[in-house]
């Protein structure tokens, strides 16, 4: 799994695993939240590498963070 630097947050969905960033915007029409997602499809050796960090969770899956807008990327 590649590095969570300057990530916020993990989860798991059924069939990935995403890094989520949340980023505050401020403009001329205020402040709102903004979410930068990599959704990176699950292998059994990326779900050892998560478990391996995040097994301490009392739900291991985690949750995403909600968000007025979000972007997405996927890696295969």
Same mark, same amino acid.
């Given at each position: 799994?590649?590095?969570?630097?300057?990530?916020?947050?993990?989860?798991?969905?059924?069939? #990935? +695993?995403?890094?989520? &960033?949340?980023?505050? $915007? %401020?403009?001329?029409?205020?402040?709102?939240?903004? !979410?930068?997602?990599? #959704? +990176?499809?699950?292998? &059994?050796?990326?779900? $050892? %590498?998560?478990?391996?960090?995040?097994?301490?969770? !009392?739900?291991?899956?985690?949750?995403?963070?909600? &968000?007025?807008?979000?972007?997405?990327?996927?890696?295969?």
């Amino acid at each position: 799994m590649e590095k969570v630097n300057c990530t916020t947050n993990v989860y798991r969905t059924a069939d #990935f +695993i995403v890094k989520q &960033t949340v980023i505050l $915007r %401020e403009d001329d029409m205020g402040a709102y939240l903004f !979410s930068r997602d990599t #959704f +990176i499809y699950r292998t &059994t050796q990326r779900d $050892r %590498e998560y478990e391996d960090a995040f097994g301490f969770r !009392s739900n291991m899956d985690g949750l995403r963070i909600p &968000t007025k807008m979000s972007s997405r990327r996927y890696i295969y």
